[in-house]
C-alpha cells in the first residue's frame, strides 16, 4: 500500500514489532561494546600503572619524619651501608641510596661513624646527611703537651664524664692498654716505673658513643705507637744516642716540662744527656719535685716555693737534686716536638739553662761563671726575682 508520498508502508503489525526487537538487541550490543572496552582500557591503565611501578625505585618522598641515628663502618660498602639504612626505615630501598649515592659526586667518600639522620627520608638527602661531617656524633677532647697521666684523665673526665678513678683503674696496666712491654727496660742500670706516664700522645681526639675509659686509653696509647713508627724514634733512640727507648722518653718528657719555649726543646734535651751521661752530674731540675707531689695528690707548686726537703727527698724515685742519672720514668705525656728534640738533640757541651725573657727562651751555659752571667740577665729583665737575684 503506498502512502502520500509513494512510498510503501509497512501494515504488518508482527513484522513491524520483529523490527524494534531487532533495532533493541543492537543497541544492547553497543552497550556491551562500550562497557567491554571500557573495561578494557581501565584494565589496561591499572596494569600500565603497575609495570610502572615495577619498573619505578621505591623511594620516600620527603625529607624525613623523626630522627634517629645509624653507624657506618669501617671498610662498609655503599650497598652494606644502604641496607643499613633500609632496615632502620630512613629509606624506603637500598636500591635508591645506592642509586643516589651515584649520582652524588661524593657518594663513595662515606667516613665511619654514627650518624643524626632522620627516619622515612628521600634517598639523595640520606646520601647528603651521611657525607656531612657535623651530622656525625662524637665526643671530642685536646689533650695538650705536657700533661701528666692524672691531668690527662682530669681533662677527660670534663669531657667525656667519665670519672678519673675509672681511668686510673683501666690505666693499672698499660702493657694490656697496648704500650709494648720492651717499653720498660732500660740501659742504665736505675730502676723502672711501670706506668702509663708518657704514653698518653697529646692531640686531639673524636671518641665514637659507647666509649670506655679502657677503649679511649688504648686509643692514646695507638696513637703514641703510630708517632713512634713514623718519627723512627726507637731506631734512632737505640741507634743514634745509643740509650734505650725508655731513657730517650724519660729525657723527652723532662725537655717538654722544663723548656719555656718550643725552640728550646732540642737544647734542654742536650742538657739533660750531658749531664746524665757525659759529665755523671744530677740533673738538678725542680719538676722531677713536683712531679713527685703530683703522684701524691698534693698540689704543685713554683719552683720558688718547693723546700730543700722536697727538692732532695730520699724517698722519691724522680729525685735528681742529689741522685745522679735519670729518674725512674717519664714525668709527663710529651709531644711530637719534644719527642723530635730529644732523639735528634743539637750538639753542645751545655749543662746550664735559665729563662732570661717574659716568652720563656732560656740562656745555655757551658761553665758556671757563664751560667752565672746568663742568671744576671735574667734578673735584668725581671724574669728572675727575689733571693735568686742576691
Not at 634517629?68 to 633500609?86: E, G, S
Not at 642509586?99 to 661513624?113: H, L, R, V
Not at 667519665?162 to 730502676?191: N, Q, T
Request: glycine share 8%; charged share 25%; hydrophobic share 40%.
Amino acid at each position: 500500500m503506498m502512502d502520500e508520498l509513494g512510498l510503501y508502508e509497512d501494515v504488518d503489525p508482527g513484522r513491524h514489532r520483529r523490527r524494534k526487537k531487532k533495532r533493541g538487541r543492537s543497541g544492547l550490543a553497543l552497550v556491551l561494546v562500550v562497557v567491554i572496552l571500557g573495561v578494557l582500557g581501565a584494565g589496561a591503565w591499572w596494569g600500565a600503572n603497575k609495570i610502572g611501578d615495577m619498573l619505578t625505585t621505591p623511594d620516600y618522598a620527603t625529607g624525613g619524619t623523626t630522627e634517629t641515628t645509624v653507624q657506618v663502618k669501617p671498610r662498609q660498602t655503599v650497598a652494606d651501608i644502604a641496607n643499613t639504612l633500609y632496615h632502620a626505615d630512613v629509606v624506603k630501598s637500598a636500591k635508591a641510596f645506592v642509586e643516589a649515592a651515584g649520582e652524588n659526586p661524593k657518594g663513595t667518600a662515606f667516613q665511619p661513624g654514627t650518624y643524626k639522620v632522620h627516619k622515612q627520608m628521600r634517598a639523595k638527602d640520606a646520601v647528603t646527611a651521611l657525607l656531612d661531617l657535623n651530622n656525625k656524633i662524637t665526643t671530642k677532647v685536646t689533650l695538650r703537651e705536657g700533661l701528666t697521666y692524672k691531668g690527662t684523665f682530669a681533662e677527660l673526665e670534663k669531657v667525656t664524664k667519665i670519672p678519673a678513678a675509672e681511668f686510673e683503674a683501666a690505666a693499672k696496666d698499660p702493657v694490656a692498654l697496648g704500650v709494648p712491654d720492651f717499653w720498660f727496660k732500660r740501659g742504665d742500670g736505675k730502676p723502672v716505673e711501670k706506668s702509663i706516664e708518657g704514653f698518653l700522645f697529646p692531640d686531639t681526639y673524636e671518641f665514637e658513643p659507647g666509649f670506655t675509659a679502657t677503649s679511649i686509653l688504648e686509643r692514646l696509647v695507638a696513637r703514641f705507637n703510630e708517632e713512634m713508627e713514623s718519627s723512627g724514634f726507637i731506631t734512632k733512640a737505640e741507634k743514634e744516642r745509643q740509650i734505650s727507648p725508655f731513657e730517650a722518653l724519660i729525657v723527652a718528657s723532662l725537655a717538654q716540662v722544663e723548656a719555656g719555649n718550643a725552640d728550646d726543646l732540642g737544647k734542654v734535651a742536650r742538657v739533660a744527656y750531658n749531664r746524665a751521661y757525659k759529665k755523671n752530674m744530677p740533673l738538678e731540675f725542680d719538676v722531677t719535685a713536683n712531679y713527685w707531689l703530683i703522684k701524691q695528690n698534693k698540689p704543685s707548686k713554683s719552683s720558688s716555693d718547693l723546700t730543700p726537703a722536697e727538692l732532695d727527698d730520699p724517698k722519691n724515685p724522680y729525685n735528681v737534686k742529689s741522685v745522679r742519672g735519670l729518674p725512674a720514668g717519664p714525668i709527663s705525656n710529651p709531644g711530637a716536638a719534644a719527642l723530635k728534640g730529644s732523639i735528634d738533640p743539637p750538639v753542645g757541651d751545655w749543662v746550664y739553662f735559665v729563662a732570661v725573657d717574659k716568652q720563656g727562651h732560656s740562656a745555655f751555659a757551658v761553665t758556671l761563671a757563664e751560667h752565672d752571667a746568663n742568671r744576671r740577665k735574667a734578673c735584668q729583665a725581671g724574669v728572675l726575682t727575689g733571693d735568686a737575684c742576691r
